[in-house]
C-alpha cells in the first residue's frame, strides 16, 4: 500500500527486490492514480485485489494508517506493516493515533509490526520487504529497533563472514507485537541457530526475561542495549516512544535469563556469528597458541578480565607439544610456538590437535600471523596454511571443542581464513574481538552448566500470603492510608520470619516511660504518623534513651517537632525500640521498575548509601543462590567477613532476610515499595532498624450493577 514508481520511494524499492529476489507469492502494488508498476496490476485499495492477502506492507503517511487498516480488515489480511513515523515516539497527538491504529487492528484481528518500522525480511522465502538488497541467508534471526542498526549488520555479515541471517524483524515503536513475541517464534524456528538484538526501549521487559530464559536452554541471544547514558537514554525514548535505559536492573536481569550482553556494537555481529557456528565451552577454560609473545600476554590478560580461566595444561600435553617445536617454544600455556611454523604453518594444525586433546581446555584461541605466513615469507607457504585451515577446520567438529582464529592478515583476505570461515571458525583482525568471542563462548557455557539454578521470572502472585498479613494491608486502605505505620511494617515481616525488635507504640508519655522500662536498657523513640514518612527530617527520632524522665522528655519533643514540621499530620503516637547493638548498617528495597516490574536492591546502608551507591540488584523472585550473589556483588561484601580479626558477621541471617523480602512481594502484590533501612547486621543474627513499605493504589470499587 503505498506503491510508487519513484525508485526513492519504499514502495518502490520493496516490490523491485521482490520481483528480483524471485519471491514466489503474489504481488500486489495499491496506487489509485496508477494503472501498473513494474509490470503488476495497481489497485485502487487491498480490498478490491481479486486473491487472498496475507501481509500488507503500507507505506503511507501515519495519518492514513487506520483507514488503511479498516480496508484491510475488510480483505480479512491478518498481518500488516507500519513503515511510518509520527506515533508514540512525538508525543502526545502521535500516542493518540497509535491507540487508534492499535483499535482498528484489534477489531480486525490483525497483527502489526512497527510502527516506526523498516520493515521485515524471510530470508528463507526471499520475502524481503525492506528493500535491502542481497541480503546474507544464514541462520542468525535479527531483531532490532534502529534500521541503520540493521543495515549495518547485515553490511557486516556480507563483507566480513561467511554467515547471514533466517530473518530481519524491525520491531519499532513495539506497539503490537512485542520483543518476547518474536523471541518465542525464533526459538521454535528450526533453521535459527542464534538470535542478535539491538534494543532501545522494551514495553513488557519481565514478559520478554521470562520467553529469554525458555529460549536461552536450546538458543544463544546477544543482545545491545542502548541509553546507557542520560543522553542516549532521551534519544532512545524519543525514537522508539518506548521506556528506555540500560539500567542495571536490566543489565543483572538479561544475563540472569542468559543473555549475553554486548556493550561495544562493533562486538555485536562477531559474538553471534562465534555462538551460532561453535559449541559453547563447557569448563570456562582457555589455551591461547601464538606465533609471538605480545599477542598472547594481550590476550592472557583481556580474557582474565572476561572471567575466563587460562589452566595448565597436562605434563604430557606439553610433552607433546616439546617434540614437535623448537627448543625455544613456551609450552605452557599460553602456547608460543617460537618459530616452529615459520617454515611449515601446517604446524598449528598439529598443536591445536594435541591442545585440544588436553581434558583441562574447553577451547582454543589462536593469536598472530596465522593466514599470513604465504604473504609475508613464502607464496609456498599459502597451501600448507590452507591444509592447516581445512584440519582445524574438520578438528572443531570431531573435537567438539571451539576455535577462534585473531590473524593479523585479515584484512588481506588469502584463502585459508576463508577456508576457515567455511568449517565455521570465526576469523577477526582484532585481538580484542577475538578474545571477546571466546570469552561469550565461555559465559554461555557456565550460563548453561547452571541453568536449572535460575530464576523463571515468574511471580507466584498471593501464594504466600498470611491471613493476618492481608489483614494488614486491608486496614491501611480502610483507613484511606498508603503506607504502613512502622509498627504495621515490622508486624508483617514479623508474620514471614524475619527478626524485628519487640515495639510498643505509646499515646502518652507515662505510656512511654513503662513501656521503655519494661524493655530495660536504652530505648529509641520515633514518631509513628502516615504522613510522616521520613522520621528523621521531622526530628521525630531520638536515640540512646534511658530512664524516666529521659524518655517522657524526648515523647514530649518529639510529639511537638512533628506538629511544626507538619501542623496537619495525623499521629498514631510515639514507637518505642529497644537499642540494638552494634553491626554493619545494610540497606534492602523493593521498587516497581517500569520494565520489568518487582525488582530488590542490597546494599551498604545508612547515610553511605547515597554517597558511595555500593548497591546491587536483581527482577524478584529471587533464589537463595541469587542473594548470595547479590552479597557478593557489592564492594563491600569483605566487611561482612570481617577485618582486621573481626569475626564474620551472619550472612545467612541477611540472606534468609532476603528472601523474606522476596516472599513478601510476591504474596502482596498490593505493595509498591518497601525499604528496610537500615538492617544491622550482628555477628549472630540481625536487627531490623526502619522499616517503611508503601502501597500502590487501593482499588477501585465496583459499582452496583457494573460487570467485573
Not at 524481503?128 to 541480503?135: A, F, I
Not at 498514631?572 to 553491626?583: F, N, Q, R, T
Not at 577485618?643 to 523474606?660: F, H
Request: contains cysteine; proline residues 5%.
Amino acid at each position: 500500500v503505498g506503491a510508487s514508481k519513484v525508485p526513492t520511494k519504499r514502495g518502490y524499492q520493496t516490490i523491485r527486490t521482490l520481483l528480483d529476489e524471485r519471491y514466489e507469492g503474489s504481488i500486489y502494488p495499491v496506487n489509485p492514480k496508477e494503472k501498473s508498476i513494474m509490470g503488476l496490476k495497481c489497485y485502487t485499495a487491498v480490498s478490491e485485489i481479486p486473491g487472498e492477502v496475507d501481509v500488507a506492507l503500507i507505506a503511507t503517511p501515519a495519518r492514513t494508517v487506520p483507514a488503511v487498516l479498516e480496508d484491510c480488515g475488510k480483505k480479512g489480511v491478518r498481518g500488516a506493516i507500519i513503515l511510518a513515523t509520527g506515533f508514540g515516539e512525538t508525543g502526545t497527538r502521535g500516542k493518540a493515533l497509535e491507540r487508534e491504529v492499535l483499535d482498528v487492528a484489534g477489531r480486525h484481528h490483525i497483527r502489526l509490526i512497527g510502527p516506526n518500522t523498516s520493515g521485515m525480511i524471510n530470508l528463507k522465502d526471499n520475502l524481503n520487504l525492506v528493500g535491502l538488497k542481497n541480503s546474507p541467508k544464514g541462520d542468525i534471526a535479527l531483531l532490532t529497533q534502529s534500521g541503520n542498526m540493521a543495515l549495518t549488520l547485515i553490511t557486516e555479515a556480507k563483507l566480513q563472514s561467511r554467515k547471514g541471517f533466517t530473518y530481519y524483524v524491525g520491531v519499532g515503536n513495539e506497539a503490537d507485537i512485542r520483543f518476547h513475541e518474536y523471541l518465542e517464534f525464533f526459538r521454535q524456528d528450526p533453521d535459527t541457530r542464534a538470535i542478535l538484538m539491538y534494543v532501545e526501549g522494551m514495553r513488557e521487559g519481565r514478559k520478554f526475561l521470562q520467553q529469554a530464559y525458555k529460549t536461552t536452554e536450546t538458543k544463544p541471544v546477544v543482545l545491545l542495549k542502548s541509553g546507557r547514558s542520560s543522553t542516549g537514554k532521551q534519544s532512545a525514548g524519543s525514537h522508539t516512544g518506548a521506556l528506555a535505559g540500560m539500567s542495571e536492573v536490566a543489565k543483572g536481569a538479561f544475563e540472569r535469563a542468559g543473555i549475553i550482553v554486548i556493550e561495544n556494537s562493533d562486538e555485536l555481529f562477531p559474538a553471534a556469528e562465534s555462538l551460532s557456528s561453535l559449541p559453547p565451552i563447557k569448563n570456562n577454560q582457555i589455551a591461547i597458541l601464538a606465533d609471538g609473545g605480545g599477542h598472547a600476554t594481550i590476550a592472557a590478560d583481556t580474557l582474565t578480565d572476561l572471567g575466563v580461566k587460562i589452566p595448565e595444561l597436562e605434563e604430557k600435553t606439553q610433552a607433546k607439544l616439546r617434540a614437535i617445536l623448537p627448543d625455544g617454544a613456551s609450552v605452557r600455556n599460553p602456547i608460543d610456538v617460537a618459530g616452529g611454523t615459520d617454515d611449515n604453518p601446517a604446524v598449528f594444525a598439529d598443536c591445536a590437535n594435541i591442545i585440544l586433546g588436553d581434558p583441562n581446555v574447553g577451547g582454543l584461541l589462536i593469536v598472530g600471523l596465522f593466514g599470513g605466513y604465504g604473504i609475508r615469507f613464502a607464496e609456498s607457504l599459502a597451501l600448507m596454511e590452507e591444509d592447516a585451515a581445512h584440519q582445524m577446520g574438520k578438528m572443531v567438529k570431531r573435537r567438539k571443542k571451539a576455535i577462534i582464529v585473531h590473524s593479523l592478515y585479515n584484512s588481506e583476505k588469502p584463502h585459508s581464513l576463508d577456508l576457515l570461515r567455511y568449517y565455521g571458525v570465526p576469523v577477526y583482525g582484532s585481538l580484542d574481538i577475538a578474545c571477546k568471542c571466546i570469552g561469550v563462548l565461555a559465559q554461555y557455557g557456565r550460563y548453561l552448566k547452571s541453568y536449572h539454578a535460575k530464576s523463571d521470572f515468574v511471580l507466584n502472585w498471593e501464594a504466600k500470603a498470611k491471613p493476618e498479613g492481608q489483614q494488614i494491608i486491608d486496614v491501611v486502605y480502610k483507613s484511606g492510608r498508603s503506607a504502613l505505620l512502622e509498627a504495621e511494617a515490622k508486624q508483617l515481616l514479623r508474620l514471614h520470619g524475619a527478626a524485628v525488635t519487640s515495639d510498643a507504640l505509646a499515646t502518652t508519655e507515662d505510656a512511654a516511660a513503662d513501656a521503655a522500662a519494661a524493655m530495660g536498657g536504652k530505648v529509641v523513640l520515633k514518631i509513628s504518623s502516615p504522613d510522616i514518612l521520613h522520621k528523621s527530617d521531622a526530628k521525630g527520632v531520638q536515640l540512646n534513651l534511658s530512664g524516666k524522665d529521659q524518655v517522657k522528655k524526648a515523647f514530649r519533643e518529639i510529639i511537638r517537632n512533628a506538629n511544626a514540621y507538619k501542623a496537619d499530620a495525623r499521629i498514631e503516637g510515639v514507637l518505642i525500640s529497644p537499642m540494638v547493638g552494634k553491626g554493619i548498617e545494610v540497606i534492602i528495597g523493593t521498587k516497581i521498575d517500569d520494565q520489568f516490574g518487582p525488582v530488590i536492591m542490597y546494599g551498604l546502608g545508612g547515610v553511605m548509601v547515597e554517597i558511595l551507591k555500593d548497591v546491587s540488584f536483581r527482577v524478584l523472585p529471587i533464589s537463595r543462590r541469587s542473594a548470595q550473589r547479590m552479597i557478593a556483588e557489592t564492594k563491600s561484601h569483605p566487611i561482612l567477613d570481617g577485618a582486621r580479626g573481626d569475626k564474620p558477621y551472619d550472612k545467612k541471617a541477611l540472606i534468609n532476610l532476603l528472601l523474606v523480602c522476596s516472599e513478601i512481594i510476591e504474596a502482596y502484590p498490593q505493595i509498591h515499595e518497601m525499604d528496610l533501612n537500615p538492617v544491622i547486621i550482628h555477628h549472630e543474627g540481625l536487627s531490623i532498624v526502619d522499616a517503611r513499605i508503601l502501597l500502590k493504589p487501593a482499588p477501585k470499587e465496583e459499582k452496583p450493577g457494573t460487570a467485573a
